[in-house]
C-alpha cells in the first residue's frame, strides 16, 4: 500500500493556457516543502499541456485529460499517446464520468485506451463511479466492480505495477450540482473497489492507489481522507484556487500520514 498522498486537479475545460501555467506555477512553489509526500498531479486542457510540463519538469505529474487508442489514424479531432509522449507526457485520465455519460463513451472504449496507454508505459488514471439511479436500487458496488473489470480486465498484474491509478468518483457527486459521498459510504466503496482489484491481480492489487473525487472540499476532505482504504483525493473546483488547494492539502495531509502508521 501506498505511503504517500496521491492529490491533484482536473481542470476540465475552464482553464487556458496562460491561467494553468500561472496555476501550476503557484503550486509548484507552494507545495515545494512537502512534495517528497505527495504524488501530486494536474491535469489541464491539451492546450495547456506543454506549457505546464515545461514549467515545473519533472517536480509535478502532468497528464491528459482523454488519450485516442491508436498510435496513429484517420480519427479528427483526437491527440494519440505519440503526441503526449513527444511533449513529455506519459499520464492520462481515462474514464471520467463526463466522458462516458456526455461524449457517451462506453466500458469498451476506456479498455482500449487502457490496453493503449499500458503499450506505451504510460500511468492511467481510470475512473469508475456509479449513476444516482443505481445507487438507489443497491448496485453502485456491482456497478463499479463490473466497469472495473471491463476497462482493466486486459492488463495483466505486471502491467498494473505503478501503472493504473483508480479514482472513485459517484456520478451523482460530480459538477456543480453534485452531492459528496458521506465518509463511510466512500469507504465502504473504496472496500470493494480495493477487492475487486486484488481479485483481478492479485498482491499487485493491493498496492493500486485509490483515489477519492467528488465534490470535494475544505468541509469535508478531511473527513474522508481519514477513512481506511482511501489514498488520495481527485479533487475539482475546490483545487483550482492555488492557496485554497495548499491549505486542504497541508490539513489532510498529516491526518492520512497518522492513518498510515
Not at 456491482?142 to 472495473?148: A, G, K, R, T
Request: with cysteine; proline share 3%.
Amino acid at each position: 500500500m501506498t505511503h504517500k498522498l496521491y492529490i491533484g486537479t482536473n481542470t476540465k475545460m475552464f482553464q487556458t493556457g496562460n491561467e494553468a501555467e500561472a496555476y501550476i506555477r503557484r503550486m509548484d512553489e507552494l507545495i515545494d516543502d512537502i512534495r517528497d509526500r505527495l504524488e501530486f498531479f494536474f491535469i489541464p486542457s491539451y492546450t495547456s499541456l506543454e506549457r505546464t510540463a515545461k514549467a515545473v519538469g519533472d517536480r509535478i505529474r502532468i497528464g491528459a485529460q482523454n488519450m485516442a487508442w491508436e498510435d496513429r489514424g484517420q480519427f479528427t479531432g483526437e491527440i494519440s499517446p505519440l503526441m503526449l509522449e513527444e511533449i513529455g507526457v506519459r499520464f492520462v485520465l481515462i474514464g471520467h464520468s463526463e466522458r462516458r455519460h456526455v461524449f457517451r463513451e462506453t466500458d469498451k472504449d476506456e479498455a482500449r485506451k487502457i490496453r493503449c496507454a499500458a503499450d506505451h508505459g504510460f500511468t492511467s488514471l481510470l475512473c469508475v463511479g456509479e449513476t444516482a439511479e443505481q445507487k438507489d436500487r443497491g448496485l453502485a458496488a456491482e456497478s463499479v466492480v463490473e466497469q472495473l473489470n471491463l476497462s482493466a480486465g486486459t492488463l495483466s498484474p505486471e502491467e498494473v505495477s505503478g501503472k493504473l491509478w483508480i479514482a472513485y468518483e459517484p456520478v451523482w457527486a460530480i459538477g456543480t450540482a453534485g452531492v459528496p459521498a458521506g465518509a463511510s459510504y466512500a469507504e465502504d466503496m473504496h472496500g470493494a473497489i480495493r477487492t475487486a482489484l486484488t481479485e483481478m491481480f492479485g498482491a499487485y492489487g493491493k498496492d493500486i492507489p485509490i483515489l477519492y473525487g467528488g465534490s470535494v472540499n475544505p468541509s469535508n476532505a478531511a473527513d474522508i481522507i481519514a477513512r481506511r482504504g482511501i489514498d488520495g483525493l481527485f479533487i475539482g473546483r475546490s483545487a483550482w484556487d492555488p492557496e485554497r488547494f495548499d491549505s486542504i492539502i497541508r490539513e489532510v495531509l498529516p491526518i492520512f500520514e497518522s492513518r498510515s502508521e
